[in-house]
């Protein structure tokens, strides 16, 4: 049984249609990369799943709910949580109240402070737990914007660019973690554009072009796709392979 | 470093407010006359108002430019309470903070949909449409005369001082207690970033309706009180002033702590008794007063006065 379901959703702002009609199945467990050029509508599927954005048409089932309606500060109860494509954080508060806050639906008292710290540690950022946002570099941030996710004991993690402005050292760090939550069973939606750092990682990809779902399939499949070649990967990354 | 030490602890927001309390309980010890202790009633319920006022926007970061309505609000309700359906003042003051508070919960709906600026202006609207009752209902509210032969406080002084500090210690700790709590990690992240707050699970309509709400309640409380200590009320406790008036105490003492607003409160009330000499010239000089803190020490006048820190709460 799928743990998300993304049914023929839709959405057009005015006369552009952003998201047309897609569809896809979420297996728990699985990291899967969304995958596609820019305006493709990646960001927007994950505003309709999330509930940030109203849809046109179409319907979202998590774990048997329908969550079409659902209000974005309801699905973090349900299991759902997800970051931004833009590092943001609660500029005031320390790295540990910035995850501390996200423990306070599910957990009480000292349980709070202390699920923030192991959240910190998963993360590597102990050295940090005091130090206000702004004086982290940007790879620490995209760590802190994980581990505040990671807060809300999410079933399914959906991550908007998380290697976006990363150093390449930055980005197998950032691997390892992403690899570390799979191990704990959780079910992780990457939007990527790294892709020779998300193939490796991802069970399976979803190639979105126009709004529209162009292939999906595992990164081997969608490598070798001509029809993603040409709207997206581009002939050298054909000749990579 | 013993020195260093002895700082730290001075810049500990706690450490300032119990500070001032206590030198707040000596006044009546060495207050010149009663007209001295007067003002110093007054600048108690012009602190727990503007703790009420920084309660909302400088920790929930909701900005109201109609605080008036709860102050005059409170007012009205427990004059209106105790005169004619003669309920003791000191019970009509807590069933105005009640009512207040309802009033809360009720505004705070529409305001849920409306920031910044509009927000604002949809808030300066309150008071006025309140004002608007007062004036037409004029058999109950008593039109531009208001109202005056209801319940008074004590006799003594004193005992309304106390009563007074009381209410500043109660509305001190109150708030030192929410900051401090999960209440206080979770309405700074509301400020912070109402989006990520969201998203992380956070249901920022119903914080902003209780904070809107306990705001209130506060707020309510210190008009209340206002109006059995004077005696009698007039429309001028909804007027924009009223609601300016806050505004100035919080912005000149520092908005988000705790101390500032106490002291802004102080400071200001002073100040306004000796305007009151010179009544045409008082609110241009409140707006240069406002003007120059703003220009020059936007975090408030006190460079003392510790913000909400880190650590789940406030100072």
């Known amino acids: 049984m799928a743990l998300l379901e993304v049914i023929s959703l839709s959405k057009n702002f005015g006369g552009l249609v952003a998201v047309n009609d897609v569809s896809f199945q979420i297996s728990g467990g699985e990291i899967v990369g969304l995958i596609g050029p820019n305006g493709a509508g990646k960001t927007t599927i994950f505003n309709l799943i999330s509930g940030l954005v109203t849809k046109s048409r179409g319907t979202v089932v998590f774990k048997s709910t329908d969550i079409t309606k659902v209000k974005p500060y309801q699905l973090v109860s349900l299991g759902i949580c997800r970051t931004f494509q833009l590092t943001s954080s609660f500029s005031e508060m320390s790295v540990l109240d910035n995850v501390k806050v996200a423990t306070v639906c599910k957990t009480k008292g000292s349980e709070s402070a202390k699920k923030a710290r192991e959240t910190i540690g998963l993360v590597g950022l102990e050295e940090y737990e005091g130090s206000l946002p702004g004086e982290l570099p940007h790879g620490h941030l995209k760590r802190l914007d994980i581990a505040r996710a990671l807060a809300t004991s999410p079933e399914l993690l959906l991550l908007d660019e998380p290697f976006s402005g990363l150093a390449i050292s930055e980005v197998r760090g950032l691997t390892e973690v992403l690899r570390r939550l799979k191990g704990m069973g959780i079910t992780l939606v990457i939007i990527e554009h790294m892709l020779r750092e998300l193939m490796p990682l991802a069970d399976r990809v979803i190639v979105l072009s126009f709004g529209e779902k162009l292939k999906e399939g595992s990164p081997e499949e969608i490598v070798r796709d001509q029809r993603v070649i040409e709207a997206y990967l581009g002939k050298k990354w054909d000749d990579a392979i | ?315």
């Open chain 2, 1 to 315: 470093m013993e020195s260093f030490k002895l700082t730290r602890i001075f810049l500990d927001g706690r450490i300032q407010s119990v500070l001032l309390l206590l030198a707040l309980g000596t006044v009546p010890f060495w207050a010149f006359n009663l007209w001295f202790v007067r003002i110093f009633i007054i600048a108690n319920v012009f602190a727990v108002y503007a703790l009420s006022w920084n309660l909302l926007v400088g920790y929930t970061g909701q900005i109201s430019f109609g605080h008036a309505f709860f102050f005059g609000g409170g007012a009205y309700a427990s004059v209106l309470l105790n005169k004619y359906l003669g309920i003791p003042a000191p019970l009509a003051m807590a069933m105005s903070g009640v009512m207040c508070g309802l009033a809360g919960v009720i505004l705070g709906y529409p305001c849920l949909r409306v920031r910044g600026i509009y927000l604002a202006l949809m808030t300066w609207a309150f008071p006025l449409i309140f004002l608007g009752f007062v004036m037409y209902f004029g058999e109950v509210f008593g039109r531009e005369m208001g109202i005056s032969g209801y319940q008074g406080l004590s006799l003594s002084y004193s005992v309304n001082y106390y009563v007074s500090l009381a209410l500043v210690v109660l509305t001190v700790l109150a708030t030192m207690v929410i900051v401090n709590s999960r209440f206080g990690l979770i309405i700074q992240s509301i400020r912070d970033n109402e989006v990520l707050a969201e998203s992380v699970g956070i249901n920022i309509s119903k914080y902003k309706i209780l904070f809107f709400s306990l705001s209130g309640v506060i707020a309510g409380i210190s008009g209340a009180f206002y109006a059995h200590f004077l005696k009698s009320i007039t429309p001028e406790l909804l007027a924009v002033d009223m609601s300016i008036l806050v505004i100035i105490m919080v912005i000149v003492g520092g908005l988000g702590s705790i101390v500032g607003p106490l002291m802004g409160a102080y400071l200001v009330t002073f100040l306004n008794n000796y305007l009151l000499y010179i009544p045409e010239l008082r609110m241009m000089i409140y707006a240069i007063v406002l003007i120059v803190t703003l220009f020059l020490r936007p975090k408030g006048l006190l460079p003392w006065s510790p913000k909400m820190g880190s650590g789940g709460g406030a100072e």
